[in-house]
């Protein structure tokens, strides 16, 4: 079995109010309690706001921080989760399915090396 990455893009901002927010995530401990149950899910991840990150670039060999996320954009990344499947077709069956439960949100799947 391969593992992939399930990305989640999230516009930047404050989250949505809380009564928006709680069925969107009990949806989505669902699916990640289905993942668990059929062996798929390996682990999940929230991230803080992207102001909470820091970016390091080597400069001649010495590293240069900067606050901030590494790119400037209208959307960042929120959280993921890593899963394995046998092939692409059902690592994107899952990635679909959570793109369903996070809608209008992106998710983005990629195998990892």
């Known amino acids: 079995m391969r593992q992939y990455l399930l990305s989640i893009y999230q516009p930047d901002g404050p989250p949505p109010p809380p009564e928006v927010l709680g069925p969107i995530m009990a949806n989505l401990g669902k699916l990640n309690e289905e993942m668990k149950a059929g062996g798929t899910w390996v682990f999940a991840a929230g991230l803080h706001a992207p102001e909470s990150a820091t970016v390091i ?42 793109a369903a439960v996070l809608a209008p949100l992106a998710i983005e799947v990629r195998p990892i090396q």
């Open 57 to 98: 670039r080597d400069s001649g060999g010495e590293p240069v921080l900067t606050d901030g996320p590494f790119t400037e954009g209208k959307e960042h990344l929120g959280g993921f989760t890593v899963i394995q499947a046998e092939d692409l077709d059902e690592a994107l069956d899952w990635g679909g399915r959570m």
